[in-house]
């Protein structure tokens, strides 16, 4: 990358870091050696299950009932791009394609084993608890949102058409974002945030925390993740009884940041293309935890932590790590030209 163009980003860092108020140490220590190694830190059992012209094959997933209905009902399929046409049948399945880092300690690049960013008490996480007599409490930490295309890094799946190809990247850490470091600085660029917040909007969001329960997302509640939290604001701050769904939440809203700013893109219904996803829609997504410990399942957005979350959060252990899992439907054939 040419030093000109990451000029910008490394001033406004350095001017984070001096404006940043200097906090007590709370983050635990980065993981040495904790490099990402797809062999075994994926859950393989997350791309089930998969579609092929209708036919389902691998376990029943209540979040893909919905999806592979589209890829059921009309398994033949028939693509144009400019000149080229190519017709086969609908594939669907999970593809493990981004990794989330949610870390108390600026830096921790949970992939790369190594802290690159030591900021010295500045944009530090924190865990505290709010005086107001609800005994809840409230978590900070910061995100990095990687490219991580797991097929192409294994070379497995090369030839369908509708897999990314793109190499590993860091494509966004937040410790470089004032929006993200502050709920009420954030509100300024997304003005929709105050739409949602009032009692009509939180009362929806108990009917998407249910659904979630029982494995299953409400798409057009987007404002809401379940047991999770709100969406909004999207800045680092997060109310939360329990750590791991406070990690999941803050995974999920930087999925979300990422449509907003227009570096998210899904999957047609044809599959036939991949279209922006300024606003998400959750059903096509589900979270692998992979650090401090690998996950036993995925999960869906919003999904309580009690069903989930048990004996992962190790005391002293405040970075984590997903494997983001995304569902692609594809139409997989041969080109006629």
Not at 159 to 185: H, I, K, R
Request: hydrophobic share 45%.
């Amino acid at each position: 990358m040419n030093w000109l163009a990451s000029l910008p980003r490394v001033i406004a860092a350095a001017i984070l870091f001096w404006l940043a108020p200097l906090t007590p140490a709370q983050a635990s220590s980065c993981p040495a050696g904790a490099v990402f190694n797809p062999v075994t830190k994926v859950r393989w059992t997350c791309i089930f299950p998969i579609t092929i012209g209708g036919v389902r094959v691998g376990t029943f997933d209540k979040l893909s009932t919905e999806l592979d209905a589209q890829s059921s009902s009309k398994p033949l399929c028939a693509c144009r791009n400019g000149p080229s046409v190519w017709f086969g049948v609908k594939v669907s399945f999970w593809s493990p394609n981004r990794m989330i880092d949610v870390v108390t300690e600026p830096g921790c690049m949970m992939a790369l084993g190594t802290d690159l960013l030591p900021t010295h008490g500045r944009l530090q996480g924190s865990q505290s608890g709010i005086a107001d007599g609800t005994n809840t409490r409230k978590m900070f930490a910061q995100m990095h949102y990687y490219i991580a295309p797991v097929w192409a890094m294994l070379d497995m799946f090369t030839d369908l058409p509708c897999l990314e190809d793109d190499g590993f990247d860091v494509a966004l850490m937040t410790e470089v974002l004032p929006t993200w470091q502050s709920g009420t600085l954030g509100a300024i660029i997304q003005p929709e945030g105050i739409l949602f917040g009032n009692p009509a909007a939180g009362l929806a969001c108990m009917a998407d925390s249910a659904a979630a329960a029982a494995g299953k997302v409400i798409d057009p509640l987007f404002w809401c993740m379940g047991s999770w939290g709100s969406t909004y604001p999207i800045a680092g701050d997060i109310h939360f009884d329990d750590s791991v769904e406070a990690w999941a939440g803050l995974a999920a809203r930087g999925t979300y940041m990422m449509g907003r700013l227009g570096a998210a893109t899904i999957s047609s219904a044809d599959g036939c293309s991949f279209k922006p996803a300024p606003i998400w829609t959750k059903s096509r997504y589900k979270y692998q935890l992979m650090e401090p410990v690998k996950g036993g399942s995925c999960v869906n957005v919003g999904r309580p932590g009690a069903l989930w979350s048990s004996a992962i959060h190790a005391p002293g252990q405040d970075n984590a790590q997903f494997m983001l899992f995304e569902k692609v439907i594809c139409c997989a054939g041969i080109s006629a030209q």
